[in-house]
């Protein structure tokens, strides 16, 4: 029979196909060798010997049958690992190399079995011509088929990860909300390219505090489970594309330990969400976070056993905030490098808009805490209203504002309410916010009517605009400001109200009428050069008074009136307390998260009937200072303060006295007893009280002075001073009253010191 060349290849290839493990484990061995990026990874490698096992199989057994190299069909699952390979990272020129190399270490071996065959070098030659022809073209088709493969997928894998990063953009860092920003991360995860995903941050950082504590505490803020994950998830072989729609998940409620228990299963977290802990030293998630590199752990399995992981640290400018882990189950396939780009890419994006968010979160807390360091933490003790306060800040970024409120008691058992509200947001507001609520304080500790003290509050607001004006760091050059100073008598059940541009309060009387008081509307204090106008109004015993700022009543999907009307309506239904009266306010009339700040004070007005007050017309004649003396006396035994009548005839006389010698008549001489019985309770630190006031005609206040020996006056307002818890002068429309507040648990009689003369 002769011998072809074809023949000749034919028994060669079929020699070879006898021992064709050992020419793959050539192959292999070669490759390893001069493309050693095939076998880096465990997954590509199993990839990489699959594919070579098959190609020599096919190619050997198209030589042994004579098949022109066109028609040798090439591995079923040939164009599948040219993917794989793309979706592994690895280069195209590797792959081309290693086509290549292969060629040449299997040509060479069938070269060599020719002379074996026979003794002919023209058919030897002939035959190593028809191989090398088919082994080219073999490998010509099929790496051209490859590339074309590998690019597809490459192109692919392009358009989805642009895809996935821009909707990550758009997803994740919605809001300036933590737990929320880092929730979107591991619900985006496990959506996109994770089983599970779980987000730790440092402790440290969401406090505020140093971040270089060893070992770090983190804190498990956000963590996601998919259910019933499938095999063939985005990385899988079914073409990838960017979508909003889960295959099921369990949510942020449903965690499960990322490390740990398999999908479907009871969730049985190792870390519980919000919870403290720490990882060991040679842990991944800890070197991730003391390298700043991010790290991807193989599979600890056989395909579809186990699970692959990425550990990624969410780091922004320049600091790390934590760290955050993308699990894959066993089912789908491990995570490659270009996986961990993707997920580096993410996490970069999400660890900005959480770096902003903590960022936020402090400022907002330090603006917070500034405003309510600057608001009263508890009402004084007074006897004129009942109180209960509310403030609410505004629910958008804005936060805080410039609202405030004070009840500042005043003499004659009077007692000043304010409510007001400082143009802006932020810590300048705050802080502008705590200067008017000081001076408002200064003011009215001097007695100034509310339309006075409106008038020099203008001033100082004028001041202040003037003092930010040459600043020029300071963004807010113009200040602004509304406000409302009412003071309430409860002798007279008379109360005295001026606005600068505020809101008009809303009263509702025992009978159950509500109204708002009309009052003069006065310009916004900052304005300057415009008058303020006060209103007394009667307030019968019981009556409610609702001071506001704008913020509780505006809204967008209401006007002003609208919003007054269902605030008189709420007010005027019954309620446990005045505690439970401003909750039912701000449930009412305010959204979750309100657009404006709010500030809402409620007073209950009480009166001091005429049991418990006692006033004398006095001659201007120094003998009725001993007639005095007798009616304080007998007044105080009825009230059963007859351990304060020494003190209280001393001081008595001491201000008749002085009216007589220095003032000018009508002289008027009145006893309040505010409260009738002595405060109880654990908090209680002093009994009752007693005022003692001197009204005359002469605006001429008195002045303490020291006394010098050989003085035979300059005496009794030291005195006055010793024996009283408090005393001061008000002005009044004509003259000025004297006045000393006395306590019946004031102990042992001062000692005097310097005053041995008296």
């Keep these: 029979m002769d011998v072809t060349a074809d023949s000749l290849v034919a028994r060669a290839a079929r020699e070879l196909s006898a021992d064709a493990d050992e020419l ?379 609202d405030w409120y004070d009840v500042i008691p005043l003499s004659g058992a009077r007692v000043a309410l304010v409510v007001g509200d400082v143009v802006g947001h932020g810590v300048h507001a705050a802080a502008t916010m705590g200067r008017l609520r000081t001076a408002v304080r200064t003011l009215a500790d001097i007695d100034l009517p509310p339309d006075e003290l409106l008038t020099h509050l203008d001033d100082v607001v004028l001041r202040l605009s003037a003092e930010a004006a040459t600043d020029p760091d300071d963004d807010a050059a113009e200040i602004g400001a509304t406000c409302l100073y009412a003071v309430y008598d409860p002798v007279s059940c008379c109360c005295t109200l001026a606005r600068a541009g505020h809101v008009l309060p809303t009263v509702v009387t025992p009978d159950g009428v509500h109204r708002a008081l009309e009052l003069p509307p006065g310009p916004p204090l900052g304005l300057g050069g415009l008058p303020f106008e006060a209103v007394e109004v009667h307030l019968p015993e019981g009556s409610l008074l609702a001071l506001y700022t704008d913020g509780l009543i505006e809204a967008r999907d209401h006007d002003v009136e609208a919003g007054l009307t269902r605030l008189r309506q709420v007010l005027a239904r019954p309620a446990r307390s005045l505690e439970a009266a401003c909750d039912t306010v701000l449930d009412t009339l305010l959204p979750e998260r309100p657009a404006d700040d709010v500030a809402l004070l409620l007073a209950r007005t009480r009166a001091l009937g005429d049991g418990r007050v006692a006033g004398w017309d006095l001659a201007a004649d120094p003998a009725e200072v001993s007639r005095v003396r007798s009616r304080v006396a007998a007044q105080l035994r009825r009230w059963g303060l007859a351990d304060l009548e020494f003190t209280a005839e001393l001081v008595v006389s001491e201000l008749v006295t002085n009216a007589i010698r220095y003032g000018r008549p009508p002289i008027h001489l009145r006893l309040v007893l505010p409260d009738p019985e002595p405060p109880d309770g654990p908090g209680a630190t002093s009994g009752r009280s007693l005022l003692c006031e001197v009204r005359d005609a002469s605006s001429t206040a008195p002045h303490q002075r020291r006394a010098r020996s050989y003085d035979e006056g300059g005496r009794g307002l030291h005195l006055v001073a010793q024996l009283a818890e408090r005393w001061g002068t008000r002005q009044t429309r004509v003259g000025k009253t004297v006045w000393a507040e006395l306590n019946d648990t004031a102990g042992a009689f001062p000692d005097f010191g310097g005053l041995s003369a008296v």
Aim: hydrophobic residues 40%; negative net charge; proline residues 8%.
């Design 24 to 402: 793959v484990a050539d192959v292999e061995r070669g490759l390893r060798r001069e493309v050693p990026e095939l076998w880096a990874d465990p997954e590509i490698a199993r990839v990489t010997t699959r594919n070579i096992a098959e190609h020599i199989a096919a190619a050997l057994a198209g030589l042994e049958h004579g098949v022109e190299a066109d028609r040798i069909p090439p591995p079923a699952a040939d164009l599948d690992r040219a993917r794989r390979l793309a979706r592994g990272g690895v280069s195209v020129t590797a792959v081309l190399r290693a086509h290549r190399l292969a060629q040449a270490i299997a040509l060479d071996r069938v070269l060599a079995a020719l002379p074996r065959l026979t003794a002919d070098p023209e058919l030897i030659s002939a035959a190593a011509r028809r191989l090398t022809e088919v082994a080219t073209g073999y490998v010509d088709r099929n790496s051209e088929r490859g590339v074309l493969a590998y690019q597809e997928e490459r192109d692919r894998r392009l358009r989805w990860r642009l895809c996935v990063v821009n909707d990550a953009g758009m997803r994740i860092g919605t809001t300036l909300d933590i737990a929320r920003t880092t929730q979107e991360l591991a619900d985006f995860a496990t959506e996109h390219f994770a089983d599970r995903a779980c987000v730790d941050l440092l402790d440290a950082l969401l406090h505020g505090r140093d971040p270089h504590r060893q070992p770090p505490v983190l804190r498990r803020i956000a963590q996601r489970a998919k259910t019933g994950a499938h095999p063939n998830g985005p990385h899988g072989t079914d073409s990838p594309h960017c979508t909003d729609s889960p295959q099921g998940a369990d949510g942020p409620d449903h965690p499960h330990d990322p490390d740990g228990s398999a999908n479907g299963d009871p969730p049985h977290p190792a870390v519980a969400p919000q919870q403290l802990h720490t990882y060991p030293d040679d842990s991944p998630p800890a070197r991730v976070l003391a390298t700043g590199q991010p790290a991807r752990l193989p599979a600890d399995g056989s395909p579809g056993e186990g699970h692959s992981t990425l550990v990624v640290p969410l780091r922004a400018r320049g600091v790390t905030l934590g760290v955050a882990q993308f699990s894959r189950d066993g089912g789908a396939e491990p995570y490659d490098g270009e996986d961990l780009l993707l997920a580096q890419e993410i996490s970069a994006r999400a660890a900005v808009a959480v770096d902003n968010a903590c960022r936020y979160t402090h400022a907002r807390a330090t603006a917070l805490g500034l405003q309510r360091s600057l608001l009263p933490a508890r009402t004084p003790a007074q006897s004129a209203v009942d109180v209960a306060y509310r403030y609410l800040p505004a629910g958008d970024r804005l936060g805080v504002g410039g």
